[in-house]
């Protein structure tokens, strides 16, 4: 590990991660170290397995029936595929937001308000309205939609749906937050948003994002790793991933001369 | 002389005109396809369909006419000559334009769009012929009977001597609370098992037991009926109805409600369980992923986005319910009575129809009319139904398109 990262604390640690989905071997002995109020991106062709590396950090690949999971990953130190942890309850803990805006049918409101009802985060109505407005505005998206908190969510542009799908994932109060190409079904102005306030969450939460944009990555992330045919080829702070990269894949990748 | 005879010319030269057309274009062609406007098999399709189309109109209308003119007997010679004439009309001139530049493609298109707008018209036609030959007869019935007591009296004792007393309320109260045990009984038992089989069973569960239900869709109503007579309204009436005092009817709505709720099982299931199919995985992906529980899952977020859809199911199994017949005959028994008790007999307007028609009648009296008047009341409400689930599935689907 680099002098920096052992300076700052470790938030996720995962060692030899193994993934199968049936008979196909996605993801290869990866282990990677994430550190907290980081904002860390997973870069790599179509099909290199950083999705589903992703999806193992909150378990969401336990809902795949034919997906497997072999290796260790801990959060603060306590392993996340211990029997005795429940996929529910880390999920509140590791929030996720997914590549194309999935709002519910429900009220801009209700969208919000969604998590912290089912995991009893409010007392009351003032509390829960606090919470929703809070919410908003860590999701940047308080003063556009503040007047019509009852209208459908569905009904927002695609960037406010996401901003929306952000604030929603936030006000569950997460200590990690995972990003699967957060902006691929957005247009270059809500992208902007969105990144910006992906770097607003890093204040409270280590961000782990998935991008195919190698642009996006060195503008958001602070560390970044490069998965090339189900192997993680390289981790590093992005700086240097981008300027000097160790591994020949790497650079041929960030070239463009391949993927 | 019959429209045999026509029928064959008309076939025969259509099929005769399609090849004649056809080497005609390729020789107008000169061994060069490219410099027609249309392929060889477009210009014979454009004859064959200039012969056929317009000849089978000419028959149809004919057929029409002599209905409406109460024409009895075989068509007259001229009929055939004409329908002959329009045929080969219609093929010489197709034949004739058969050139280089012809836009055959185009014109044979004009012919099977006609052809599409006539099968949708006569289907329309039909529905419109239905209504007004029940609307028709109604009106001779209201002009025989008052409709206020058809809508509004409580009694139901027909008499072929005529002085009958025809009041539709005790019909619909059966009709409505048969409909509504089945409800009861359907929507619940029908809603589980969509929501099992779209959320919970693996794949191969999935496909033995759709089918299985599917099978209950399968079984025709008389059997059900047999299955209500024999097995379900004893059963009722022993261990139910006559233990706690409620009568001693083999018959009764609640049987042929029960059994009625049977059949409609896979109706609500299977429906539901497209719909809910139909909600995109991205939600529930998104629900998971803020740390419910797969149940809290399916109760916020799946079935509230399917409700509108499995509402429209439901509404579609109580028009279903409301039409039933056979049923209800063997089940609830042939007695109009207005009465709370679920374990009485009681009957509803589709089986009085039957009744009120069957046995020697004349057209004339009011006691047969009646169940012109039966039918249309009975059109009118499972119309609405009908239209009510098509505008609530209507606006589901505007919700993720």
């Known amino acids: 590990m680099k002098d920096t990262s052992m300076t700052k604390n470790i938030k996720i640690s995962a060692n030899n991660i193994d993934v199968y ?9 990866v282990s990677v170290q994430i550190e907290d109020k980081t904002v860390t991106a997973f870069i790599g062709p179509s099909g290199c397995g950083k999705s589903t590396f992703l999806r193992c950090i909150n378990r969401m690949n336990d809902t795949i029936d034919i997906a497997r999971v072999t290796g260790h990953i801990a959060i603060d130190g306590e392993d996340i595929y211990d029997p005795r942890v429940d996929p529910v309850q880390l999920r509140a803990k590791v929030g996720m937001v997914f590549q194309k805006p999935n709002p519910f049918p429900k009220s801009i409101y209700d969208n919000v308000a969604y998590g912290p009802k089912i995991h009893g985060l409010s007392r009351n109505k003032a509390e829960l309205d606090e919470i929703v407005e809070k919410s908003l505005r860590r999701g940047a998206l308080w003063e556009e939609v503040k007047d019509r908190l009852h209208e459908p969510g569905t009904g927002l542009s695609g960037g406010q749906q996401q901003r929306l799908c952000i604030a929603r994932a936030v006000a569950t109060e997460p200590e990690v937050l995972l990003m699967d190409e957060p902006c691929s079904a957005l247009d270059p102005i809500a992208t902007a948003q969105v990144e910006e306030l992906i770097d607003e969450l890093r204040q409270s939460f280590s961000v782990v994002i998935v991008t195919h944009s190698m642009q996006q990555a060195a503008r958001v992330s602070q560390k970044t790793a490069f998965f090339h045919l189900g192997n993680m080829v390289e981790y590093d702070e992005t700086d240097k991933i981008f300027t000097n990269p160790e591994d020949p894949r790497t650079e041929s990748y960030i070239s463009g001369r391949i993927g | 002389m019959s429209l045999t005879l026509p029928l064959l010319f008309i076939a025969a030269l259509s099929v005769g005109g399609f090849f004649i057309a056809r080497s005609r274009a390729q020789s107008a062609a000169g061994g060069d396809i490219r410099k027609l406007a249309s392929l060889p098999r ?10 056929a189309i317009p000849a089978l109109f000419a028959i149809l209308a004919w057929l029409f006419a002599a209905r409406l003119l109460s024409y009895r007997e075989t068509a007259p010679i001229w009929v055939p000559l004409a329908i002959i004439v329009i045929a080969t009309l219609g093929f010489i001139l197709s034949v004739m334009r058969v050139s280089v530049t012809f836009r055959a493609r185009t014109a044979a298109e004009g012919w099977i769009r006609s052809l599409l707008i006539g099968a949708s018209v006569i289907a329309i036609l039909t529905t419109v012929g239905i209504v007004f030959s029940m609307l028709f007869e109604s009106i001779n ?3 025989q009977y008052r409709w206020q007591d058809f809508f509004f009296s409580t009694n139901w004792s027909p008499n072929f001597r005529g002085n009958s007393d025809l009041g539709i309320l005790p019909l619909l109260w059966g009709t409505l609370y048969i409909s509504v045990i089945a409800l009861i009984f359907a929507v619940p038992i029908g809603l589980f098992a969509a929501v099992y089989l779209s959320e919970y069973a693996s794949r191969r569960t999935r496909s033995v037991f759709k089918p299985l239900i599917e099978i209950l869709a399968g079984i025709p109503t008389i059997v059900y009926g047999l299955f209500a007579l ?7 009436r022993d261990y139910l109805a006559q233990p706690t005092g409620f009568g001693d009817s083999a018959s009764s709505v609640m049987t042929a409600g029960l059994v009625m709720g049977i059949m409609l099982i896979p109706f609500v299931s299977s429906l539901s369980d497209d719909i809910i199919n139909a909600v995109p995985q991205s939600l529930r992906d998104g629900s998971l992923g803020l740390g419910s529980t797969h149940s809290e899952t399916i109760r916020q977020v799946v079935l509230p ?3 509108p859809g499995i509402v429209g199911a439901i509404l579609l199994a109580a028009s279903r319910a ?6 209800v005959v063997l089940g609830a028994g042939a007695a109009a009575r207005l009465d709370l008790n679920p374990f009485e007999a009681m009957t509803t307007v589709t089986v009085k129809i039957v009744s009120q028609l069957t046995g020697d009648t004349d057209f004339a009296s009011p006691e047969t009319l009646v169940a012109f008047a039966l039918g249309l009341t009975l059109f009118v409400i499972t119309l609405a139904l009908n239209v009510l689930a098509l505008y609530i599935v209507r606006r589901y689907r505007e919700q993720y398109e």
């Open chain 1, 21 to 29: 989905y049936g008979d196909k071997h996605a993801i290869k002995d």
């Open chain 2, 42 to 51: 477009q210009h014979g399709l454009n004859t064959a369909l200039s012969t």
């Open chain 2, 141 to 143: 019935f209201f002009s």
């Open chain 2, 230 to 236: 024999v097995t379900v309204g004893p059963f009722l």
């Open chain 2, 305 to 307: 986005a399917a409700l």
């Open chain 2, 322 to 327: 409301i039409g039933e017949t056979m049923i």
